[in-house]
């Protein structure tokens, strides 16, 4: 069943409402918000997820005067899930007491109650962009969990990713989002191997804000090595948060004893 045009309307108003009732300070009215068992996603500002209307509360109350003074919602995208619920995605504008501002994007899914539409999962996305060291990170992450998703969405699309010490049977240059992306999935799929964590000897700026050089040990285990630890150096560059230029100094001796190979 579509939402009909009364749903829409209900649901707008609700996100709009949001921040009306936060700067007014009337925590107490969060309930025409949330369903109670509400769960508000901010791991992106390294809060975790807060579950239930009880945690809001407190932890708005907690931020004190470092909350916005200002919340502004725009580009509101409904997407109906059936007739009982809805994906709600809408970008917000915070202003600080200060005058500075940020934005977020809210995800949200509201739900159809008896009283109402309510909001039962927020997820707020920090809108920033990401230097090196974000990308770095997000890199390892991808990485480590293999995902194909994860590390397509990490590289420019015009991305070169280079390996200055390879061996005859691998590239030394990968050109374009594509190539490199089909590469690391086929390396991922043909070797029994797994990285666990990453462990950062360190971190060099350069000339170039965009560039950092990392001395870095990928720590992992295979089925011909167990555990093993890789070491190598990294150059990367990003470029509106996407990785620009790699180039992998891999340690290609610990790599293949990892793998169980020799060279």
């Known amino acids: 069943m579509a939402l009909t045009e009364q749903d829409r309307i209900d649901i707008n108003d609700l996100i709009n409402r949001h921040g009306h009732l936060t700067d007014a300070g009337e925590l107490h009215r969060a309930g025409e918000l949330f369903t109670p068992d509400v769960t508000y996603d901010v791991t992106d500002f390294g809060l975790g997820s807060l579950h239930g209307i009880e945690a809001l509360r407190e932890a708005a109350e907690a931020l004190g005067d470092a909350n916005p003074v200002g919340h502004h919602v725009t580009n509101i995208v409904i997407t109906s899930i ?5 994906r709600v995605r809408s970008k917000g504008i915070g202003i600080k007491a200060d005058g500075t501002a940020g934005s977020v994007t809210y995800e949200d899914v509201v739900t159809r109650r008896p009283d109402g539409w309510r909001i039962s999962h927020r997820k707020v996305v920090a809108r920033r962009k990401a230097g090196p060291r974000e990308v770095l990170d997000r890199f390892r992450r991808a990485a480590i969990d293999q995902s194909v998703e994860d590390m397509s969405a990490l590289y420019a699309v015009d991305a070169v990713h280079e390996f200055p010490f390879t061996r005859p049977d691998l ?3 990968l050109e374009g989002r594509d190539e490199i992306v089909r590469w ?8 029994a191997f797994k990285y666990d964590r990453y462990r950062t000897l360190a971190i060099h700026n350069t000339d170039d804000p965009n560039t950092i050089v990392v001395e870095q040990e990928a720590i992992g285990t295979s089925a011909a090595a167990g555990e093993f630890t890789l070491p190598n150096m990294v150059v990367l560059t990003a470029r509106n948060g996407q990785i620009a230029h790699l180039r992998d100094y891999v340690n290609v001796l610990a790599a293949a004893a990892a793998l169980g190979r020799e060279l």
């Open 82 to 86: 059936d007739d009982h619920a809805a």
């Open 171 to 173: 590239p030394s240059r």
């Open 184 to 191: 690391t999935t086929a390396v991922w799929q043909s070797t």
